[in-house]
């Protein structure tokens, strides 16, 4: 196979092409089980929706709390894989934890694993009480575009009730000429 092709030289452990081309093993390990640990928590996440929905009956909601029970071993295992595979890695990746992985409740939260470098682990605005306060700022900076628009519909509202009550007393005024009784 060598020579069909037209290797020279066979790579040894202190080539660097056999350090780059471990490296990329590495990073393909990294990632798949990274892939695999957020499909299993989505899973999660919708059984748990399932289970908190109304008009879900009692022996369905038991069946997905037994199948929430599989799943978390199941994530149990790919979270072992996803530690393992990160330190690995050349910087090694935070190792994550099962209570880690079960606050993740948005996809956000794994994008910031997907970092090719490892360095927005540790870029300030990644910490969670961080990223938390950053939420919190957005909150608020969209509650008040929110009073502001609502400050504008409620002025809306109250000339369309005005000019509703003055429709209805000049409909009254006029069917009261023809039809009292319906006035």
Known sequence: ME??????????????????????????HYRLALNKLEELAIKRLFELTKMNM?????????????????????????????????TSLDPPRRTLKWEEVVEFTF???????RDPEGNAAI?????????ALMDTHFKILRAKEEIQRLNIE??????????ERDFLVAKEEEIRETDPDLA
């Open 123 to 131: 870029c300030p605005w990644a910490t969670p009480a961080a990223r």
């Open 3 to 28: 020579k069909k092709m037209d290797i020279l030289v066979r790579w040894t452990v202190d080539d660097e092409e056999y350090e780059n081309a471990e490296a990329l093993v590495a990073s393909r």
């Open 107 to 113: 996809l956000s939260d794994f994008d910031l694993l």
């Open 54 to 86: 109304s008009g879900t009956g009692y022996k369905l909601r038991k069946h997905i709390a037994k199948a929430l029970q599989t799943r978390s071993k199941t994530i149990r295992t790919a979270l072992g894989r996803y530690n393992a595979a990160g």
């Open 154 to 163: 409620i002025r809306r509202l109250v000339t369309y009730i005005r000019d």
